[in-house]
C-alpha cells in the first residue's frame, strides 16, 4: 500500500488482505467501498484557517489549532491535522480503486455491481476534490489552472513506495469530473443499509452542486440541486432551526442535527476526531465571533437563530458536535473519540443553487432560495419583515449593484449556516477573501495579521512523507 495510506483509515487497513485479494462477489464490492470515505475530517484546519475563529486571549492553547490560526505548517500527523486528512483521504481513495478494479476484472458480477461502482467513482471523485483544494491552488473560473495539483490514484498500490506525479489543476479537476459524470447516472438502483454513509443519486448530486459551483457552471449547480427533490422543492428539507430544533432541548437537537434519518443530512462521515472538545481553546469561537458574527443582524434585517452556547466567556460553541466514544477496552476505558460530521447537506446545496441563480442572473429565484432559509434560521419570521429583498442587501452590504448584494447575501448566509462545520474556508479560497485574525500578546494589547488572496499559506503544505514518492511540496 503507498504511502497516502499508511496511517490513513483503521477500517480499512484493518480489512483482512486475503479478504481485498478476493473480492469476488457483489457483497463483497459493496463492503470495501464503505471504506471509501475519509476517517478523519477537516474540521479543525478548514474552520481555524478562517475569519470564524479569533484570539481570545484565554484558554488552552491546543494543537493544532494554535499553529493553524496562524498558518503555519504542521509536521505530525496527529488526528484533527492536515496530513491526517491527507493520508485518510488517500486510504479512502486506495479502498474506491480496489473495488473499481474488482469490478474491471469480474464481468460476472453483472449489472447488480454497477450502483457501487458508481458509489466508488463518487468517493473517488469527492476525496480528490477537496484535497486539490485544500493542498493545491484554488480552481479559477476561466483560468489556465496550470499549477501544480495533486497526485491522482487510480489504481491500486502494488509497491510500498511509488512515484507520483501531482498533475496541473486543470488535470486534476479533469479527472473528477470524469468520475462524477461517469459515477453518478449509475447509483440509481443501489440498495444500502444507511444511505446516508454513501454516495446516493441526492449526495452525488449534492456533490454536484459543489463542484459546479467551483468550475462555474451555474446551469449544472441548479440542475444538480433540482435533481435532489421532485421539482426541486427544499421547502421543509432543510435544516428546521426555528421550528422543530426550536422546541428540543440542546442534547436533543445536537443528536439530530448529525442522525442518518434527516432529510436535510445527505452524506454523513464516520470520523475520528476531537474536535468536540476544542471549546476552551484559545483559538476558536469568542466573544467578538459570538456577538457580531454568529448572532449578528443579517441582510435579512434579523439575525439567525442558533442554539450557540457559552462555559463561561470568552468560551462558546455552535453545540453541534456530539462525540461518540468508541470503546474498545472497557475495563481500561480506551477507546477511540468518533464524530458523525454532515458532510453534505440540503442547506448547502439550496444556497449553492441561490448562487448560481445570481450569476445566472435570475434573481427572484436567488431571492427566494434565499427567502427560504430566512425563514428557517430567523426566530419568529414575518415576511413583512424579514423577506430577503435587494435594497435591504444593498443597505446592509453598502453596495449598490443588485448581483453584489445578493453575492453578499449568499456568502453571510452560508457562513453563518455552517459556522464550525468548515466550509466558510471553501467560500474564501473560492472568492479570493482575504482573512484577518486578531493576536492578543502578553500585556493583553491587540494586533491584526491577514491572510491575503495570493499568500501562499493559503494552501496546505503537502505532507512530508509525500517526499518518498516525489511529489513536490508547495512554495513558502
Not at 14 to 31: G, H, S, W
Request: net charge negative.
Amino acid at each position: 500500500m503507498f504511502f497516502f495510506a499508511l496511517s490513513g483509515c483503521e477500517k480499512y487497513l484493518d480489512q483482512n488482505p486475503d479478504m481485498r485479494a478476493e473480492i469476488n462477489t457483489v457483497d463483497k464490492v459493496k463492503r470495501l467501498v464503505t471504506d471509501a470515505y475519509p476517517g478523519h475530517n477537516y474540521l479543525a484546519m478548514m474552520e481555524t484557517y478562517s475569519d470564524n475563529v479569533e484570539d481570545k486571549g484565554v484558554g488552552n492553547l491546543d494543537e493544532p489549532l494554535r499553529s493553524l490560526y496562524f498558518w503555519e505548517d504542521i509536521d505530525d500527523d496527529d488526528t484533527n491535522t492536515p496530513t491526517a486528512y491527507w493520508n485518510n483521504c488517500y486510504a479512502a481513495i486506495a479502498a474506491a480503486n480496489h473495488a473499481l478494479q474488482a469490478i474491471e476484472e469480474l464481468p460476472e458480477l453483472g449489472d447488480e455491481v454497477l450502483p457501487y461502482k458508481g458509489e466508488a467513482l463518487l468517493a473517488r471523485a469527492y476525496a480528490h476534490f477537496m484535497l486539490v483544494n485544500l493542498f493545491a491552488k484554488v480552481y479559477e473560473i476561466g483560468g489556465a489552472n496550470d499549477s501544480p495539483g495533486i497526485p491522482y490514484v487510480t489504481e491500486p498500490e502494488t509497491v510500498v513506495i511509488k512515484e507520483y506525479d501531482r498533475g496541473t489543476v486543470a488535470s486534476v479537476y479533469d479527472q473528477i469530473r470524469r468520475d462524477l459524470e461517469e459515477g453518478l447516472p449509475l447509483l440509481a438502483d443501489g440498495v444500502w443499509e444507511v444511505p446516508k454513509y454513501h454516495f446516493t443519486p441526492a449526495s452525488a448530486n449534492a456533490f454536484a452542486s459543489r463542484f459546479y459551483l467551483f468550475t462555474g457552471e451555474w446551469e449544472k449547480v441548479v440542475s444538480s440541486a433540482n435533481a435532489i427533490f421532485a421539482g426541486g422543492s427544499f421547502v421543509g428539507k432543510i435544516r428546521p432551526y426555528n421550528s422543530t430544533f426550536r422546541e428540543l432541548s440542546y442534547e436533543e437537537t445536537r443528536i439530530r442535527y448529525s442522525k442518518a434519518d434527516q432529510e436535510f443530512n445527505l452524506l454523513i462521515n464516520e470520523t475520528y476526531s476531537t474536535y468536540a472538545r476544542f471549546t476552551g481553546s484559545r483559538y476558536a469561537m469568542g466573544v467578538d465571533i459570538f456577538q457580531n458574527v454568529y448572532n449578528g443582524r443579517t441582510a435579512a434585517g434579523a439575525p439567525f437563530y442558533n442554539f450557540g452556547l457559552s462555559y463561561g466567556p470568552p468560551h462558546y460553541t455552535t453545540y453541534i458536535w456530539r462525540e461518540h466514544f468508541h470503546v474498545t477496552n472497557a475495563a481500561a476505558n480506551i477507546g477511540f473519540p468518533m464524530l458523525m460530521v454532515p458532510v453534505l447537506t440540503t442547506d448547502e446545496v439550496l444556497l449553492n443553487r441561490a448562487e448560481a441563480y445570481v450569476e445566472l442572473g435570475n434573481y427572484p429565484a436567488a431571492i427566494a432560495d434565499l427567502d427560504l432559509m430566512a425563514s428557517n434560521r430567523i426566530n419568529n419570521y414575518n415576511p413583512n419583515t424579514h423577506a430577503v429583498t435587494l435594497a435591504k442587501s444593498k443597505e446592509h452590504f453598502d453596495v449598490t449593484t443588485d448581483k453584489e448584494a445578493l453575492l453578499e447575501t449568499v456568502l453571510e448566509f452560508k457562513r453563518l449556516a455552517f459556522i464550525t462545520e468548515g466550509l466558510r474556508w471553501l467560500d474564501i479560497i473560492r472568492k479570493g477573501l482575504t482573512v484577518t485574525h486578531n493576536v492578543i500578546d502578553d500585556q493583553g494589547a491587540e494586533t491584526f495579521v491577514e491572510l491575503t488572496p495570493n499568500d501562499p499559506r493559503r494552501v496546505f503544505q503537502i505532507p512530508q512523507s509525500a517526499d518518498l514518492s516525489n511529489v513536490e511540496s508547495n512554495p513558502r
